[in-house]
């Protein structure tokens, strides 16, 4: 005891005060942190991952939502809780979450675990890297790197370039944005009020996002031109003919034409090859939004659904649901291999994307995102596919779409 109060008047003699602040102590207990951690993990073993595919537990103990919030104990206090408590919170979280993993979870977009991607976000999430620059986050650049450049492979394209993204409607917002900016190159600087009127296409089946972006764009809703679909859902291309002519005739500018690869409601794959007829023929952006359907490419059974793909100048393609892969897992692919993702976004931040560093700076990609912090969603994908490989990657499709024709 006497050698513990000696430390501590030691400690206290050694202070760095400032404004009654102790600067030179830790700020919390590592040793109790540690224990924390310890005896989470083992109730997210015992009560997540063992418990994943035992079809007698329960998908979700549910709750109103006002009952639930008597059962959590939701309200935050000066005083921090005990770990008992804290402990008991994590178990109740786990108690009345829906299980994704649960035989019986079925979502229209995602279901099931995967081990591997599950653990690369354990990695991740105990590294909590943010990948904008080679110098913070070196690992997590290279992996990205290389699983854009074999999805790049899959789509057909001979080169290429991407970004990966908090979601796939968010993936469709940067591919209209870089639509745009190619269209109209002085728009980043001038902004919206010298456009003519811009209209992009897109099948009345597709994702809500379109609508979305072209609010957030200030394209406005109205100039999205919905195409007809077939009773399949898919995209009538005589129909996207004669509105992409409509426009013109009204003086509005067309720009874009978004297909779909796997429609949220029926899984409707657009005719891929004759969109980009029509988009060659007008010069308009195809991009092609393959979230869902998008993992097909990985199956030489199943790619025939995109045929075509190659020749659209961006995919959105999303890991994060026929693969598995844990969310979220979203890639934006781009044909355009000349800095267009760098042009169209870059705010050049001299504090961090400095150009006279000790290595190559062009691995410092944040300049090609609308974020500042992101996260390394490329590292659950490239993990998984380590582990399984293309053919591990390509049974999930097959076995998918051989339970739905079941």
């Given amino acids: 005891a006497d050698i513990c109060e000696q430390e501590m008047l030691q400690k206290k003699k050694n202070a760095v005060l400032v404004d009654g602040v102790i600067l030179n102590g830790p700020i919390m207990d590592s040793k109790a942190g540690e224990k924390f951690v310890e005896e989470a993990c083992k ?46 919170l994590c178990r109740d979280v786990i108690k009345y979450s829906v299980k994704t993993s649960h035989p019986r979870f079925f979502n229209q977009l995602y279901a099931g675990i995967d081990y591997y991607s599950l653990v690369a976000r354990f990695i991740t999430e105990a590294l909590n890297p943010s990948v904008y620059t080679y110098e913070v986050s070196p690992v997590f650049l290279l992996v990205e790197e290389a699983v854009i450049k074999k999805m790049i492979e899959f789509i057909g394209w001979e080169e290429g370039d991407g970004i990966f993204n908090p979601g796939g409607s968010v993936s469709n917002m940067y591919a ?50 919905f195409i007809k ?56 952006w195809l991009h092609v939004d393959a979230s869902w359907g998008g993992s097909a490419l990985i199956s030489r059974k199943h790619c025939r659904l995109l045929h075509g793909i190659h020749r659209a100048d961006s995919v959105a393609w999303n890991p994060h649901k026929m693969l598995l892969a844990g969310i979220q897992c979203c890639a934006l692919l781009v044909k355009d291999n000349s800095g267009l993702l760098k042009k169209c976004y870059s705010a ?8 006279d560093k000790f290595y190559d700076v062009s691995y410092d990609t944040g300049d090609k995102s609308i974020q500042c912090s992101r996260r390394p969603d490329a590292f659950k994908f490239w993990l998984m596919w380590k582990a399984l490989g293309t053919t591990g990657l390509e049974e999930r499709v097959n076995r998918a779409l051989a339970l739905a024709r079941y």
């Avoid at 109730?43 to 959590?72: F, G, H, Y």
């Avoid at 090859?273 to 007008?282: G, L, T």
């Avoid at 050049?348 to 150009?355: D, E, G, I, S, V």
Wanted: glycine share 6%.
């Fill in 176 to 225: 209209i944005n870089l639509a745009r900016y190619k269209f109209c190159p002085n728009i980043k600087e001038k902004g919206l009020s010298g456009l003519p009127r811009l209209v992009l296409f897109t099948s009345e089946e597709c994702h809500y996002s379109m609508k979305k972006a072209a609010s957030f764009l200030g394209i406005g809703t109205e100039n999205v031109y």
């Fill in 348 to 355: 050049k931040a001299a504090y961090l994307f400095q150009q």
């Fill in 229 to 284: 679909t077939d009773n399949r859902g898919k995209m009538i291309p005589e129909e996207l003919e004669k509105q992409v002519q409509q426009a013109r005739k009204e003086g509005s500018a067309p720009f874009l034409v978004c297909a779909t690869a796997g429609t949220t409601v029926l899984g409707a794959f657009d005719p891929l090859d004759k969109i980009a007829d029509i988009c060659e023929k007008h010069g308009l």
């Fill in 43 to 88: 109730i997210i073993m015992e009560d997540i991952i063992q418990k994943a595919d035992d079809v007698t537990e329960k998908v979700c103990e549910w709750q109103a939502p006002e009952t639930l919030k008597q059962i959590l104990d939701l309200e935050m206090r000066d005083i921090g809780e005990s770990h008992q408590k804290l402990l008991q």
